[in-house]
C-alpha cells in the first residue's frame, strides 16, 4: 500500500500538498493537469486513514474536477481508471490535499492526511 505521505517511488507519479499556507482550493500546479487520451487502463483502491472526510476528484479532459466519492474515515474506495488521468483528493470544503497520477499497476493508496 502505497502512503500518500510519501513519494512513491515505485511507478506511480504522487505529489501531495498540505497544510500551511494552502487556504487555497487548488494544489500548485493543479490548474495546468487534465486527462490525457489513454488505451491503458488501471486501477486504484484509495483508503481513507486521514481520520477525516476526503472526497476524491477526477480531472477530466478539460482540467475541470469530477467528483466521484466522499470517504469517511476508514472508508474505501475502488476505480477503474487509466495511466495519465489524474486524481484529487480534498478535504471537505474543497481545498486540494493530494494529487495522484496513476500507472499502469493496480494500486492501493492509504490517504493519510
Known sequence: MVRARYWAGCG??????????????????????????????????????????????WLDFNGRRVSYATLPPGGDYSINTYVGHPWVSTDTTGRCVAIFFPDAQPRRIALTQ
Do not use: D, K, Y
Not at 500548485?28 to 486504484?44: C, D, L, V, W, Y
Open 12 to 57: 506511480l507519479a504522487l505529489m501531495v500538498f498540505a497544510g500551511g499556507a494552502a487556504a487555497q482550493s487548488q494544489c500548485p500546479g493543479e490548474a495546468s493537469f487534465r486527462s490525457a487520451n489513454s488505451n491503458h487502463p488501471t486501477s486504484i483502491v484509495f483508503r481513507n486513514e486521514s481520520g477525516s472526510t476526503r472526497q476524491l476528484h
